[in-house]
């Protein structure tokens, strides 16, 4: 019988590349997002390029009792998850004071809470199988605050804490933990978030979201804790750990502001 990888916000970008990259593998994916359309589009396109199993389940995450809804539909369904990438996410541009709450507080139920929830339904089920292994989509934002984005630097500061700590604790049990952080990519991410005239991203040369997936996957299967892709985003996020704080900060600040 075949493995498994369950992967949210398949639909487009990073999570239908890793989508992609695991299918490639030979293993079986269940592809998580909130367009049924969408994803029955992507699973017909897998299973006859790479002939494996594409499971489509429809679930809007922003929803509170959604990862509750999701791990009892795959019950249902008799599919065991062997491989769990939480990679559905997104952000917001612009001062914390002028954004929308709702949108906020909506980013931080994707971004963190789904994220714990379902991690949390199925670790519990790869322990006690003594096998499985989790990728959770950081940023290399989670390595410093992010003025003009601080909630979404935030949340991704919570995903590689979390994910860091977790993996200790898991060390022997069989179950490896692993936090994809990327820099900037070539995704639909940038046009939801309105950031496109940053500094950060406009006439950047940026990595590809199957470049990403690519790297990804790699340190997954390798059991690495921390990946991340490209020397550029390795030096950048090493490099803030012996810079002051509030230079660190002003540094993103500048980088996010939009270009003139």
Do not use: W
Not at 218 to 232: D, E, N, Q, W, Y
Request: net charge positive.
């Amino acid at each position: 019988m075949g493995k498994t990888a369950l992967v949210t916000g398949a639909s487009s970008g990073i999570g239908l590349d890793l989508a992609k990259r695991f299918a490639s593998e030979g293993y079986d994916v269940a592809l998580v997002a909130r367009s049924a359309g969408k994803l029955q589009e992507v699973a017909s396109a897998i299973e006859a390029e790479h002939k494996v199993r594409a499971h489509v389940v429809t679930a809007d995450l922003a929803q509170p009792r959604a990862a509750d809804v999701l791990v009892a539909e795959l019950d249902e369904r008799g599919i065991e998850v062997d491989v769990l990438v939480n990679n559905a996410g997104y952000a917001l541009y612009g001062a914390f004071a002028d954004n929308d709450l709702a949108d906020e507080l909506n980013m931080i139920q994707v971004n963190i809470v789904a994220l714990t929830h379902l991690t949390k339904l199925l670790v519990r089920k790869m322990i006690a199988r003594k096998q499985g292994r989790i990728l959770n989509v950081a940023s290399t934002a989670a390595f410093q605050p992010g003025p003009l984005m601080g909630v979404y630097y935030a949340t991704k500061a919570y995903v590689l804490s979390f994910s860091e700590a977790l993996a200790n604790e898991l060390t022997g049990s069989g179950v490896t933990v692993t936090a994809l952080c990327p820099g900037p990519t070539r995704t639909g991410f940038q046009a939801r978030a309105q950031m496109e005239e940053s500094k950060l991203v406009r006439g950047k040369e940026i990595m590809t979201s199957e470049e990403v997936a690519r790297t990804g996957y790699a340190g997954l299967m390798k059991g690495k804790t921390v990946v991340i892709p490209g020397m550029s985003n390795k030096m950048l996020a090493n490099a803030v750990r012996f810079l002051p704080r509030n230079t660190v900060t002003k540094m993103v600040r500048n980088a996010q502001e939009r270009a003139h």
